[in-house]
């Protein structure tokens, strides 16, 4: 499935519509949270996982703590 999407602006903001069979495939409707995530292939937009938020605030603090090292190893 492709879909070209349009950006408009929202407040101060700028946003993207997701059309109804978009939304549909997220599991998600006006006023839920979704993830975007970065992967290789661009921003992949996923449901909100509770779970998942919680994985990803460990890992964000891990990888903060040690910068470094990750950085080293990266090398």
Do not use: C, W
Not at 16 to 33: Q, W
Not at 40 to 66: S, W
């Amino acid at each position: 499935m492709t879909s070209t999407l349009k950006l408009t602006t929202i407040g101060n903001s700028t946003g993207v519509i997701l059309p109804k069979d978009i939304l549909e495939k997220l599991r998600a409707s006006k006023g839920d949270t979704i993830f975007a995530v970065e992967t290789p292939n661009g921003i992949e937009l996923t449901p909100y996982d509770a779970k998942f938020a919680r994985q990803m605030e460990v890992a964000e603090r891990v990888m903060r703590k040690h910068r470094d090292v990750l950085r080293k190893l990266a090398e």
